[in-house]
């Protein structure tokens, strides 16, 4: 029976876990470690921490960061970003994570991903996809937060690191990403149905209905919600006195993007169990 | 005393979290391949991601069979975890077939590919059923949750042993196991939260003999 996976996403710069607002940039959310604490309480299936490196301090303290959650986190732990070499892989893993997001080096170099997978194991190695769907319908797949262009089809490079031995698939969709406009069923299915590997669906949730959709109307089989628990947790970890100003000024704004409506994994488990998707209670 | 648990330490697979759990639970842990450091201790487990045929392979070539038999004779527990859970049987047909430990008889065979409901390797939680007597799940329900990660199966010849089932890609399977001190779960108890980590305190008890 298939349990469709919840996974929760920490995008993660330095010491903070940060979030992308749209047209304004990083905000930061919060502490790591509070962050992953409270979502393996709070009963997610898997972590995933994503890095936004921008400096070697910055990428030590995330392999700290690993080893702190991994001793006392028992779930799955995923962790991406800058990620470039096998050796960079090796030192995720020794640190503690289970598996690794490649997504900038994968493409420009399609046989790291086959070397890794010979390496590490298949099921440790996540190929991390962004799209950008373009005005012909074509999805295209870009690196750098979809900054940057590759020209690649997004369906037939999913085909070929399926066929060079990855264990899943990370797909986001840029467009959708921070939008809390829902998720690009379309884009989903167009790469779940062709490759024989699980594909995590990312970008878009604004409420909980989004996902109760993507689990019953795509092929989806995980989901990584930042945003939509994010702006909840910020909430609860207030209120318990760790927030920075900055976060209760913007909390107490309004201004966090009004097409989210935050929820806490167990309202979302809930209400997805009684609509008949099966998820791990 | 503190009970020693040794974990077998032949180059495959991600060996800290199951140190961690392990230490968390109130093991004294060693990762070790040298057989007296193994010999020495109170319960083995044996971990393992990756390819059969290139573990047995390995296991083999540092004599890590002969030191699992030993251990076996000597009546104390040892604990396979996935891929360790695989290796303990007679034969896999991964990237060719090769032989086992041969602890238990059967083989170990794919999930059916391209199956509705069922991407292969299955990497999600999934419940595990059971009925009847079993130290491993002592005080646990059936139906709990764990985390899988594989894309192959154990067929157990002989069914006069506790087994627990679980179900994915229209097959039911069997994804643990008790046979005297042999234990073995296809799911990582590690990496299955709190309920997991209640599995492995039920291996530290029996690893203290009480149970």
Redesign the interface.
């Given at each position: 029976?298939?349990?469709?996976?919840i996974i929760a996403r920490l995008d993660i710069k330095g010491p903070n876990v940060v979030k992308g607002i749209h047209l304004e940039g990083l905000r930061v959310l919060g502490n790591p470690e509070e962050f992953a604490t409270h979502y393996?309480q709070a009963g997610a299936?898997e972590l995933l921490y994503m890095d936004v490196v921008a400096s070697l301090y910055e990428r030590n303290s995330l392999l700290d960061f690993i080893s702190k959650t991994?001793?006392?986190i028992?779930?799955?732990i995923t962790v991406g970003g800058g990620l470039r070499t096998l050796e960079d892989i090796s030192k995720v893993?020794?640190?503690?994570?289970?598996k690794v997001a490649i997504n900038t080096a994968a493409i420009r170099n399609p046989s790291l991903v086959s070397e890794a997978a010979s390496r590490f194991?298949?099921?440790?190695i996540v190929v991390a996809i962004e799209a950008i769907r373009q005005q012909d319908g074509q999805y295209l797949a870009f690196v750098d937060n979809g900054r940057e262009y590759t020209g690649r089809d997004v369906i037939e490079w999913a085909c070929e690191v399926n066929a060079l031995g990855a264990?899943?698939i990370l797909l986001t969709s840029v467009d959708r990403e921070g939008t809390g406009q829902g998720f690009d069923l379309e884009l989903v299915d167009a790469v779940a149905k062709k490759v024989?590997?699980?594909?995590i669906a990312h970008g878009g949730a604004g409420k909980m209905d989004d996902v109760a959709k993507l689990m019953t109307e795509s092929s989806a089989?995980?989901v990584a919600l930042a945003s939509i628990f994010h702006y909840d947790t910020i909430t609860q970890l207030s209120s318990s006195g760790t927030t920075s100003e900055g976060n209760r000024d913007f909390l107490k704004s309004g201004r966090r993007f009004s097409t989210v409506v935050p929820t806490t994994v167990a309202a979302l488990k809930g209400m997805l169990s009684q609509q008949g998707i099966n998820v791990?209670? | 005393m503190k009970t020693k648990l040794s974990i077998l330490d032949y180059g495959?697979?991600?060996i800290?979290?199951v140190a961690?759990?392990a230490s968390?639970i109130g093991f004294e842990v060693t990762v070790s391949e040298k057989p007296a450091e193994l010999g020495r201790s109170d319960a083995l487990i044996l971990p393992g991601?990756?390819?059969f045929g290139d573990a047995i392979g390995r296991l083999k070539e540092k004599e890590l069979d002969l030191v699992i038999n030993d251990f076996i004779s000597s009546n104390r527990p040892l604990l396979g975890i996935c891929l360790g859970m695989q290796l303990m049987f007679d034969k896999s047909s991964e990237f060719g077939c090769h032989t086992g430990l041969r602890l238990l008889s059967g083989e170990i065979v794919h999930f059916p590919?391209?199956v509705e409901?069922?991407?292969?390797?299955q990497?999600?939680?999934?419940?595990v059923q059971f009925d009847g007597q079993s130290r491993l799940f002592s005080g646990m329900e059936s139906g709990c949750?764990m985390?899988f990660?594989?894309?192959f199966y154990a067929l157990p010849a002989d069914n006069g042993y506790f087994q627990a089932r679980s179900?994915?890609a229209g097959i039911e399977y069997c994804c643990a196991l008790e046979k005297g001190n042999v234990f073995a779960v296809q799911f990582?108890p590690?990496?299955?939260?709190?309920v997991?980590?209640s599995l492995l305190e039920n291996y530290y008890k029996i690893a203290r003999g009480e149970k």
């Open positions: 029976m298939k349990f469709p996976r393996y299936d991994a001793e006392k028992f779930i799955p893993l020794r640190a503690g994570a289970d194991g298949s099921s440790t264990g899943e024989d590997i699980p594909v089989d995980a791990r209670m | 495959l697979g991600n800290f979290s961690q759990a968390r991601v990756g390819a590919r391209n409901g069922g991407k292969v390797p990497i999600q939680w999934n419940k949750f985390y990660l594989h894309s179900e994915y990582h590690e990496r299955s939260g709190e997991g980590l």
